[in-house]
Structures are given as structure tokens and as C-alpha cells.
């Protein structure tokens, strides 16, 4: 697959503060690249010097093979871009706003209108046309944001934070259209501080801190990358410092925390860690409600590398 | 493209309740306020007939070139000053008690105005007087001084001077309109509502609506020209709906000469619109404040142009001309102003141009924030 977007050596400093630090990383085509990191850690600032809006002192930026710039009109004609921020005009119904900035791409008043219905429909607007946006809830408002981003069909769309804020529906809906964006051939690159959303969208995943890579690759690749295999959390009745201590020479064991009835146990590796448990709390006669096990996550993944949650 | 931009402009703009309100509803508003309160000013400065009484004694009688001034300024006309009554000083007294004159005049030794009250019309009166004791004292040092003067007829001349000066004044001059031309000068300026608006929504670094079109394929300067002929269209309309309510409503009089006056207005209209760019691209203040700092000069503006007293403009002019001539208010109230007072357009076109300049400058000054394409933060 080729690179659709090539960033190489990106610095950018806001006055003392470096921003970004020698950043570099490849869009492939037809993928979805997902930016994770917590807020202010350059996920938007890398965005913006991608779409060349912002200077930045190092680096280089390619898009399509080219240079990007300000004036690199050719290029931006396929580029969509949906911004954290809602940006539409109040003065215009739905229709309106996403026919003013699909105009600004697509000069043909029929094709215009087939595109603007197709945005419409992919991010469940239909009823809604005629509304103003101080009329739209604030899920509608951010679909009717991204409607006005992508409506051109552009073949490389970048989408930064678009489900900040959102209900769970219009999450939804707003997920399932990148996937359907996708699957009609746009290359897409999608920042978050949401875990569970680069999860569920991204093919490849880069994790940012502080300006920086700490980690890249599919989210499985990451993964792998910290020393649990599994967590299990158990809700006891009782519990003592026997059990503690004995627990906690059992093997493939990373960790035993006991607090207020809550036993949390980490294991670094191994299958069956959960019949293990509940076969030695069986044995000790320790009573527990209730007991579930989770697989490592991204923000295991980042608190390893980083020593902080991403949501820090 | 451009057009799509334009239309698209022109329908944001119409929509936009708070600028229209501010650029069209509130100055028509103002104008309506202007028009009640000035036709109050007016119709209070019509001369009411002072209630005299002159009293009727001997020395009077013989006075005879007072005698015949009282008179004469009591003679039934449109130029009536006095309602006089010929009374025994017994009775001018009653008179003055019952508050039924505003003074009597009693010729003794010198010509005496006795009043009960300080006013207008006892001031009118004593001033009526002291012209008089003023001409004749100028006529005996003339006849003292130099004899054959008044054969060769200085009197003559005197009285010439007198109706020039008489002339003048009586000329249809309505100082009030002036409020009204500062109005006009305002509302042009208001257009810059719609420049800090045009500008706003296309620089990337002052919106998120202009991010989002800063990172579309079209060319800002496209984007801001589609954008400040929209505004020009809506703001210019608006002023011409104003002029018309002026016109065709409230009956003021701008002149005759309405081809110049759209010009002078249009061109008015370019002023503010660069003005609102200048402050909507100088600084990344939130659009409120930007609005309120337009606002803020713009009412300054006004002021130095005379619109809530009249006397600063005169006193700008002469004390400190350099702000008169920066001050584009000023040039619309000026230029109107020479429309309507003097025959020729030297005056009109001087103002045409400073305005043009001021439009040139703050658009020059504009186009040093607008040139950028990157920007350092967003």
C-alpha cells in the first residue's frame, strides 16, 4: 500500500513549549490511522500542520507525493476535514451549511446535490434537513459537522475528536459512518483520547505523549507490548493476609491489590488464570459475589509506557 | 464558485438578526428618536412674539427714531418681534406684575427696559436697546468725526451691511440636519459589522468557520471578496433604505443633489466595511469584543463629527483639523453638508477622497494580517 500521508521529523514549539517533537509517521492508503493520546499531548497540533494551517520549525509534510502547503489547492480538493470544534453557520438550515461548504469543493449544482443527499443519509440527518442548528441536540449538531466535512467525498478524511461530547447514539452513528466512509475507499486519520474508538475503528493505532510516539501498530501489536495478560477482579466477603501472601507466590502472578472487600489480581501471562482463582479461593473456603475478568486495554498499554491514564 | 460563495453570504448576512437589527432596525429607530426630538428643538425655536410695553410718556414721543424702531419690530409680519402695547407707566407696571409682559421699556434720560425675570425674551429686549444706543452712537461719532461722510452716504452702506447680514440669516439653513448627516456617517460605519464578520469567518487563526474554509480548495482571497461584496450589498441596501425613510418618511432634507449623496454614502459604506476589517483581523479578541470596540469607534467617531453636539465639530475643525480629516464620520458629514450649502463640488469631492483613502489605508493595513497563510496558533 502506498503512503497517502508522510510526516517526517515534525517539530513545532508554541513560544517555550515544544508541541510536537520530531514526529514521524505514514498514512497508508485505504487505512484508518488512529492519533490516541490524552488531551494536549499534539494530537491537534499534529492535524493542523498536516493540513498546513499551522508553522511548524522542523520537519516535512507530504501528502498524495506532494509537498503540502497552504496553496496546494489540488491536494486539499481531496482532503475532508471534520474539526473538534462544530463549525457551521447558525444563519443556515442543515441542508444549507452542508451545501455552502460542499459548494466550496463541488461546483456542479446536480452532483452537489447528490453528494449533500448521500451525507445526509450516512449520518441519519434526513429528518432533520430543514432544521436550523440551534434547533439540533448536541449529537445531531456534531453528524451535522461532519455531514459538512465529508460531503464532497474526498478520499483522505481527517477526523479530530468528532465524538467529543456525544450521546451514545449519535457515537454510533458517527462510528459506523467512518466504517462506511472507509469501506467506500477514503483513507482516514482519527484522533481521540477515547480508547475504545480507535479500538473498534482503527487498523493502526499511534499513541502520543507529550509531543512524542510512545508506541505504534495494530491494536493487538500494542498490546502485546505490556507485561499483564489478564486482570481479574473478584468482590469478596472475606479475606486475610494469609490468602494475601499465599496468593501472591501463585504462579504467572504480577500483582495483588485487596482493598474493601475488592480483590484485584493482574497475571503477567498464562491460560486459565481464571479457573486458577476460583479454584483457590474453593480450596480456603473464601466466599466472593462476584468475579470477572478483563483483557489487557490501550490505557494499560499507555499507563506501562507512560506511567500516567490516558485520561490524565 | 464565487458566486456560490455570494449567495450563500448574502443569505448568512440577511439572516443574521443581531447585525441587521444593529445596522438597520436600530438606526432607523434612532433616526425616528432624532426626528421627535429635533422637530421639538425646532418648533421651540420658532420666535414667539415677546409681550412688550413701552411707556407712553413724553420723552418717547419725542425719540423719534426709537420710536420708529419699536415699531417697526412690531409690525404684523412673519419677522414680528414684539407685541407692544403704548401704556402710562402705572399700567406697564401692573402689566410686569401679572406677568402678562415680559418687560417695559421707559425713555427717561436714556431709553431704561425694566423686567421682573431673567429670560430669552428680556435678554431679546435689552439687546434690541443696546443695538440701538450702538447705531446711533456710531452715527454721532460719524457726523462728529467726519460730516461730509454722511453726505456721501455712509448711511447708506450702514444699512446695505445690515441686510447682507440680514440675508444670511434668513437663508433656509436647518442646523438640525447636521444631527442627521452624523447619523448617516454612523450607520456607513456600521457596515464594519459586517466586515469584523466577513473577516472572522475566513481567517482560520479567528473562527473555527474559517478553519474549516481556510482548508478548503479555494483561494482566500476569492473567499474574502465574495464575502465583502455580499456585505457591501446588504450594509449599502440597508443605507439606502435608511436614506429613503429619511427622505420619504420623516421628510428630512438632504438637498437636491441625490446622485452624489448615494456616492458619498457607497463610498461611506466601503469605509466602515474596511474599518470592521481592520479591527475584525488586528487582534484574536472574541467577536463580542470586536463588535464593541467597532462600536466604540464608530461612536467616537460621531461624536468628534458632532452628532451628539453639534459644536465639537466646528471645534475639532478649527482646534485640531488633522482629526477632522482622519475621521471618516466627518468626511460623510462634511461632504453632505457641502452638498446641500454650497454650489460647487470642490468640498463634496475633497471629502469623497479622504474617504477613499481612509478605505485604502485600513484595507492596506488589513492586508498585512490577511497575506498570512500559516498561522503561529490557531
Redesign the interface.
Known amino acids: 500500500m502506498k503512503n497517502i500521508i508522510e510526516v517526517k521529523k515534525l517539530t513545532k514549539h ?1 513560544k517555550d513549549f515544544k508541541a510536537l517533537d520530531n514526529l514521524s509517521f505514514e498514512v497508508k492508503e485505504g487505512e484508518i490511522l488512529g492519533l490516541l493520546g490524552p488531551n494536549g499531548s499534539g494530537k491537534s497540533t499534529t492535524i ?1 500542520c498536516i ?5 511548524f520549525d522542523k520537519g516535512s509534510i507530504k501528502i498524495l507525493g506532494q509537498e503540502m502547503t ?2 496546494a ?2 491536494i ?2 481531496k ?1 475532508g ?1 471534520v ?1 473538534q ?5 447558525d ?2 438550515t442543515v441542508y ?1 451549511n452542508i ?3 460542499c ?3 463541488v ?1 456542479d449544482k446536480k452532483i452537489r446535490q447528490q453528494y449533500i443527499s448521500d451525507a445526509i443519509d450516512l449520518v441519519g440527518l434526513k429528518e432533520f434537513e430543514r432544521f436550523y442548528p440551534k434547533q439540533l441536540s448536541g449529537g445531531l449538531l456534531r453528524r451535522l459537522n461532519i455531514a ?2 465529508i460531503a464532497h467525498k474526498p478520499s483522505i478524511i481527517i477526523l479530530d475528536e468528532p465524538t467529543v461530547a456525544v450521546d451514545p447514539q449519535s457515537r454510533n452513528n458517527i462510528l459506523e459512518g467512518i466504517k462506511q466512509l472507509n469501506k467506500n475507499g477514503a483513507t482516514i486519520v482519527y484522533t481521540t483520547h477515547y480508547m475504545e474508538e480507535v479500538e473498534i475503528l482503527c487498523d493502526r493505532i499511534i499513541i502520543l505523549d507529550k509531543g512524542k510516539i510512545v508506541a505504534s501498530g495494530t491494536s493487538k501489536e500494542l498490546k502485546e507490548l505490556v507485561s499483564i495478560e489478564e486482570k481479574i477482579t473478584v468482590e469478596l466477603e472475606s479475606f486475610n493476609d494469609k490468602f494475601l501472601e499465599e496468593l501472591k507466590g501463585s504462579k504467572n502472578i504480577g500483582e495483588v491489590i485487596y482493598n474493601d472487600n475488592i480483590l484485584f489480581v493482574t497475571y503477567k501471562k498464562g491460560k486459565h488464570n481464571l479457573k486458577d482463582l476460583i479454584d483457590f479461593m474453593q480450596v480456603n473456603k473464601i466466599k466472593y459475589n462476584k468475579i470477572f475478568s478483563e483483557l489487557p486495554t490501550l490505557n494499560d498499554v499507555f499507563l506501562e509506557l507512560t506511567g500516567k491514564e490516558l485520561r490524565d | 464558485m464565487f458566486w456560490h460563495i455570494f449567495i450563500n453570504r448574502l443569505k448568512i448576512l440577511l439572516r443574521s438578526k443581531s447585525a441587521i437589527f444593529w445596522t438597520l432596525v436600530f438606526p432607523i429607530i434612532l433616526a425616528t428618536l432624532f426626528n421627535l426630538a429635533f422637530s421639538n428643538l425646532t418648533s421651540g425655536e420658532y420666535f414667539e412674539t415677546i409681550d412688550l410695553a413701552v411707556v407712553n410718556n413724553d420723552n418717547f414721543k419725542v425719540e423719534e427714531n426709537f420710536k420708529d424702531l419699536i415699531q417697526s419690530l412690531s409690525e404684523d409680519s412673519e419677522e414680528q418681534l414684539f407685541n407692544t402695547q403704548y401704556v402710562s407707566l402705572e399700567k406697564a407696571k401692573t402689566l410686569l406684575q401679572d406677568d402678562e409682559i415680559s418687560g417695559y421699556i421707559i425713555v427717561n434720560d436714556k431709553i431704561n427696559v425694566v423686567i421682573k425675570n431673567n429670560g430669552i425674551n428680556q435678554s431679546t429686549i435689552k439687546s434690541v436697546v443696546d443695538n440701538y444706543y450702538q447705531v446711533v452712537s456710531v452715527i454721532n461719532n460719524i457726523s462728529k468725526s467726519n460730516p461730509e461722510a454722511i453726505r456721501n452716504g455712509v448711511l447708506e452702506k450702514l444699512n446695505e451691511s445690515t441686510s447682507n447680514f440680514n440675508d444670511v440669516s434668513n437663508e433656509n439653513v436647518d442646523p438640525i440636519v447636521v444631527y442627521f448627516y452624523t447619523l448617516i456617517g454612523m450607520i456607513c460605519l456600521y457596515g464594519g459589522t459586517f466586515g469584523v464578520n466577513a473577516v472572522i469567518e475566513t481567517e482560520a487563526n479567528l473562527s473555527k468557520k474559517g478553519a474549516r474554509v481556510s482548508v478548503s480548495p479555494v483561494h482566500k482571497f476569492k473567499l474574502l471578496l465574495a464575502s465583502f461584496l455580499a456585505a457591501i450589498v446588504i450594509h449599502y441596501s440597508e443605507v439606502l433604505i435608511l436614506l429613503g425613510y429619511l427622505l420619504f418618511i420623516l421628510k428630512i432634507d438632504l438637498g437636491n443633489q441625490i446622485l452624489p449623496v448615494l456616492l458619498l454614502t457607497f463610498v461611506g459604506s466601503l469605509a466602515g466595511t474596511s474599518l470592521g476589517t481592520l479591527i475584525g483581523v488586528s487582534n484574536k479578541k472574541s467577536e463580542n469584543m470586536k463588535m464593541s470596540i467597532l462600536i466604540s469607534v464608530t461612536m467616537l467617531f460621531s461624536f468628534l463629527a458632532g452628532m451628539m453636539v453639534l459644536q465639537i465639530k466646528y471645534i475639532i475643525a478649527n482646534k485640531i483639523p488633522v482629526l477632522a480629516n482622519i475621521n471618516p464620520v466627518n468626511f460623510i458629514t462634511d461632504g453632505l453638508y457641502s452638498l446641500y450649502y454650497y454650489n460647487t463640488l470642490d468640498r463634496y469631492f475633497y471629502n469623497v477622497i479622504g474617504l477613499l483613502v481612509f478605505t485604502l489605508v485600513m484595507f492596506l493595513i488589513s492586508y498585512i494580517f490577511i497575506r498570512r497563510k500559516k498561522y503561529d496558533s490557531l
Open positions: 508554541y493542523n493540513l498546513s494551517l499551522l508553522n497552504p496553496d489547492y489540488d486539499k480538493s482532503i476535514v474539526f470544534d462544530v463549525a457551521v453557520f444563519e443556515l444549507e451545501n455552502y461548504f459548494g466550496l469543493y461546483n459538512c466535512g
